[in-house]
């Protein structure tokens, strides 16, 4: 287990991290406004999911391995950019539907279903190499070498998924206001839609810049 004073400092540092939007961010966006707060779960579940995949093969020294080898690193960060782009274009063709009031029984034509909405997340985060360096150069900062690194690891990530929860619900709050009518939903989903377009062209031309 990580030290006290060092999981403090963690999340401290993490927190600008998490809050910086992104992928999850947008997609928590896109879900909320087509389908409702409920779909913030799959979202907050599938990210968590990922941040614990990447603990993981840092923890077994895997993430180094891909990271190192720029061929890994450069076709993981295609198809990550690749997946954010056929998201982004499918997110906009859906939101052309027509969208059930806010808070209506019956959920948004364009609503994706709950696991689908899961497996989205937790595409975007895995597939996301980035992600993986907070493993890799962050989170050795903050662990004692006297101690199991496994069991460091493990309770990082457990306060970055607890950080990032506590940071989407906040935005589900503020999101879920603000979409009370069919042309906001319409709004916001083709927004998220852009910004994953625009968050997989970035990610696309990163390696070669």
């Known amino acids: 287990m990580a030290h006290p004073v060092a999981l403090a ?6 927190f600008p991290l998490v809050a910086t939007p992104g992928a999850s961010l ?4 896109r879900h909320v406004a087509a389908g ?9 579940l599938g990210t968590a999911t990922g941040i ?23 076709v993981g960060t295609y198809l990550g950019a690749g997946y954010l782009v056929g998201l982004g274009l499918w997110t906009w ?11 209506s029984a019956d959920a948004a034509p364009d609503a994706v279903s709950l696991p689908r909405t899961y497996v989205e997340a937790l595409l975007g985060n895995v597939l996301n190499p980035k992600a993986a360096l907070v493993y890799l150069t962050l989170v050795p900062q903050f662990l004692d070498t006297d101690l199991a690194v496994a069991g460091q690891i493990l309770t990082l990530a457990t306060a970055h998924v607890t950080v990032m929860a506590v940071w989407l619900a906040a935005c589900t709050g503020v999101l ?24 997989g062209v970035l990610a696309a031309l990163r390696p070669v810049m």
Do not use: E, N, Q, W
């Open 176 to 199: 879920h206001r603000l979409v009370a009518t069919s042309r906001a939903k319409r709004v916001f989903t083709r927004a998220s839609a852009l910004v994953l377009v625009g968050l």
């Open 52 to 74: 614990y995949v990447h603990a993981t093969l840092a923890a077994v020294g895997l993430s180094a391995v891909l990271v190192r080898s720029d061929t890994a690193f450069t």
């Open 93 to 103: 063709h859906a939101s052309g539907r027509t969208a059930a009031p806010s808070g």
């Open 26 to 29: 947008t997609l928590l966006i």
């Open 9 to 14: 400092a963690f999340v401290a540092v993490v």
């Open 36 to 44: 409702g707060r409920r779909h913030a779960v799959p979202v907050v």
